[in-house]
DNA sequence: GTTGAACACTTTAACGATACAGCGTCAACA
DNA sequence: TGTTGACGCTGTATCGTTAAAGTGTTCAAC
């Protein structure tokens, strides 16, 4: 039933002229053609549905137009985490606009050697997201590195020995300190608690150096608790913050070192009858749409996920086109954004 | 300072055999090789660091490796969509195990000719997400069939007339009359009000019809008033539901198209005073996280958006393999989950 | 002692597209 | 009148891989 799809050839001898003609016409090369056998030749590709293949134009011209997304986790649910959707929205958006396609990968750090992306030549460049500790991290990459394509790092910095690779991070240093000068501005927090996973994840150590950052520079800094649970999950957070409690009293803020954190915690807070705001200030971070679930809504620090995406894309493009980044390191302000968990006055 | 990357024939010349027999090793194929060369090659291809080109064996196989996802949606933040994003990640885990590569298209329903994916032949099958009035969804899907791939709809039915596709589905049906018979089954709800999107968005139709056919075996069936907002949006489903308090009094359960709904109705619901669970009854639908943020925790129908993604998978390399879908239309149980937000009598 | 089957390779010819060189034709200009 | 070069097209070679057919050796079976 579905006959062999129609090749340059066919179209060629349709049109009564030759393939490399025909090349031209599809791909738009000024000047080559006139204007009848122009006429010709796309009338021709439109009644044998003619359609470039990809494959094909790849192999002679070694561009590929596709930009690889890898996404090294343990866990396959992370190319479903909203912070990593977004950037990949962002991505998407702007590179289908150029022509461009992204293929994705998500992979296990154990199983760097099986994924499609990193087996095969795929792509012209690669955005990497990666997770772990430090060291796995650094694994990865320099095992992406080994393909000798470009490398656009994402939420991460560029390890030295890298080269041909440059960075885009969100500022979570500079909305840590929004953060902290809101909480702290008016004096009346004395006991402050933070809430950070274990693990020696990058973006929330420099979340705990901006809320000190600002602590340092205060009269009459209030006490800071930086209470680190297993995980960021809800069972992890609020046993952290329930451990907590009876040693040092309920804080008069809570810093959560994300909205899922923040969450969890106030939900205990209120749980153990304290009130959000008037007893207990709350913010979160990196939040997308979580604020407006919470109830009070949540202070939180948004993350420009999809302008990130948007500017890695753009970045890539400009590589392609110019052989080199216009930037190593990247940096995207964040916004700060109150909301009636922390604004005691406030309305909302 | 990058060499021009290893061939078979480099591999070839520096192992002492021909490219066809590296391509032998290289691809597995038993009982054609030696052991003996084997352990050659493997060695050259080490040395000189050998990976294959993709595009050159798609271009003789005519098999891509790689199966596409395209959504249809006038927002590039689609891709975002927590639902979306799990289905995606669903896809990418299974199809990433069986050495297959996930190509994303986002596209605007006017910019389908524009769409990388479509434009070239990118792809051995394409899963297809859409959006829109019933009447672009089946532009949109006549458009992608015509590219002659297989197709595999996710959360949509399979239109008349396209012969090589199938689609996964998930029971919305079945959980609307899950919720339906939660909250009525003490008979001591007597007005019901559910939000829904104004759009005949299908998923919402089937959820309507659920709820009322729950009502229609109930002796002494409460009033239910349905409220269609503008979109799914925070304001547009406050106003709806604002609109409606004065003329008919607060319900004793209402009931959210989808979790972003309730949570809204909800908040408007104790702005205005009245208690969840205790004067109303509120429930979502369509969860994946949103539950646990909300105050009480909320009542809703998972999604088994991951395992969408992973039948939809599963289903394709069956495809690929066999000539033919194992199945035309497939749908997917949810899981109703009761919290705090119905349930008066309960503890969580 | 011939046949032939099994093995372990090699050879050839594409897959569909494009880079590049070439080649008539004709107008412009010295 | 002769040269130059722009224009518009054609011819050929090739990108890296693999299906299919071919080659030559070995060895068991009749």
Redesign the pocket.
Known sequence: MTA?????????ALA?????????V??G?A????????RRVMAACETLG????????R????RRQAIGMVIVDPSPHYVSDPLTAAVLAGITARLGREGYSTVIDGVAPGDLEAAPLLSRIESDGIFLMTSGTPAERAAAVARVADLGQPILLLQEEVPDGVPDAASIVQDDRGGAEAVARHLFADGRVRHAAMLVPALEWPAMVRREAGVRAVLAQLDRPPTLHVLRTGDEGFAATQGALAAHLPRHGPPDALIGGNDQMAIAGMALLRERGLRVPDDVRVTGFNGLEFWRYASPPLTTVFSPAYAIGETAAEAMLERLATGAFPFRRHVLPVRFSVHGSSDPGGLV
Chains 1, 2 share one sequence.
């Open positions: 062999r799809p129609a090749t340059l050839r066919d179209v060629a009564g002229t030759t393939p490399m003609t025909v090349s031209n599809v791909n090369r000047g080559q053609v006139g204007a009848e056998v122009t003619y359609r470039p293949h990809a494959a094909a134009r192999l002679r011209t070694n």
